[in-house]
Structure formats: C-alpha cells, structure tokens
T-cell receptor, first 112, second 113 residues
Framework: DGGITQSPKYLFRKEGQNVTLSCEQNLNHDAMYWYRQDPGQGLRLIYYSQIVNDFQKGDIAEGYSVSREKKESFPLTVTSAQKNPTAFYLC???????????FGPGTRLTVL | QQPVQSPQAVILREGEDAVINCSSSKALYSVHWYRQKHGEAPVFLMILLKGGEQKGHEKISASFNEKKQQSSLYLTASQLSYSGTYFCGTQAPSNFGNEKLTFGTGTRLTIIP
C-alpha cells in the first residue's frame, strides 16, 4: 500500500538534545513538507522540498533542519536551539504544485 | 499571513447543515480543505482553483470567490462522522514555482445525535 510513514508515533527527549523525526513516502511524490501543530492551532509550515537536494524554509524554520537526499525521505531534526519543541509534527507529500497533500500519521514529541 | 476561519467552533445535531468560512487578505490561486479527527492526520477533502468554481464531495461542497478572497465549505444533512476540525489552506499565485499552503486555525465541528 502506498502512503507516508512517520516514526516513532511518540517521542520523549530531554531538554538540550537534538532529535530526528523520520518521514518516508512511497507515493513517488516530488514535494514533501513538515508542519508543526500546537493544541488548538492550525498547521504551521517548518520546511518544504520540491525536489531532491533542495528545500526551502517555511514560516517557523528556526531551530529546525532538514535534508532531502532521496526522493522518498525527508527527515526533520529538532535542534536544541528550538525553544518550544514539544508539539505534534506532521509530514506531508504531494505529486506536484497545487495538488492535494497527503499526510503521515504524525509524531508527538515531548521534551522534558 | 494566516487565513481567518469562522466560526471557531460549532455544535450541530445530526441532520443539520453548517457553513464554514475562510477569508484571506491576500490574492489567492487555490483553496484546500482538510478535515482532522482528534489525534489523527488531516485528510484532504477538496481543492478549489481560481475561477469561482464550486465542488462537491458527497454532502460536502465548497465555493471559492477569488474576488473576495474567500471560500466557504458547506456540510448538508450532517452525519456523526463529520465531526472533527476543518482547516482551509490557501495558496497565493506564483510565477516561480510551488507556492506553499498557509493554513487557518481551524473550525471545530461537533455533531451530536
């Protein structure tokens, strides 16, 4: 079955540690996205990538980093510079510009 | 700039109708609508491109008025399964490539029997 996988579903880390969230898709989509969702709020774009080895900052990129070495994979690293990292992180992909975005199940990150 | 959704929350009895609005201060190329159940990922409902078209998905339809930079989502004869938070995502026109989606803060819809 085609889809987007994110792992793990729940992640706990100590303050000051970097953590990498995984996102893999087998839909053959060119574009991939990372969003952050806080309780009662909408989705805010962290980073997005339209092609391999290229990515752009979204609205809240500070404290985050990404890579896009393969079409299928778009990992997100939450660095210690991110002041409020506890949130629900969603990865999405789309086949081309303007098309619907398919979301993964999300990773809930809690920093203690 | 984030689009504004209204209302923020609405409670309906099963079978009633609802309208959710999405307004932007910027010119729009497209509007996307998604529904998210609690603790789950958002699910795509429909996309509307500029041209004032109206689309439908079973008993859920939407319109897009590009001149007013507004879109409305219509839910008729609501079912319990319609409960969730509805988000609009807006996309500005661009000559340079994929313009990112900007999501509203959502409208929480609760359907009661």
């Amino acid at each position: 079955d085609g889809g987007i996988t994110q792992s793990p579903k729940y992640l706990f880390r100590k303050e000051g540690q970097n953590v990498t969230l995984s996102c893999e898709q087998n839909l053959n989509h060119d574009a991939m996205y990372w969003y952050r969702q806080d309780p009662g709020q909408g989705l805010r774009l962290i980073y997005y990538s339209q092609i391999v080895n290229d990515f752009q900052k979204g609205d809240i990129a500070e404290g985050y980093s990404v890579s896009r070495e393969k079409k299928e994979s778009f990992p997100l690293t939450v660095t210690s510079a991110q002041k409020n990292p506890t949130a629900f992180y969603l990865c999405a992909s789309s086949i081309m510009r303007h098309n619907e975005q398919f979301f993964g199940p999300g990773t809930r990150l809690t920093v203690l | 700039q984030q689009p504004v959704q209204s209302p923020q929350a609405v409670i309906l009895r099963e079978g009633e109708d609802a309208v959710i609005n999405c307004s932007s201060s910027k010119a729009l190329y497209s509007v996307h609508w998604y529904r998210q159940k609690h603790g789950e990922a958002p699910v795509f409902l429909m996309i509307l491109l500029k041209g004032g078209e109206q689309k439908g998905h079973e008993k859920i339809s939407a319109s897009f008025n590009e001149k007013k930079q507004q879109s409305s989502l219509y839910l008729t004869a609501s079912q319990l399964s319609y409960s969730g938070t509805y988000f609009c995502g807006t996309q500005a026109p661009s000559n340079f490539g994929n313009e990112k989606l900007t999501f509203g803060t959502g409208t929480r819809l609760t359907i009661i029997p």
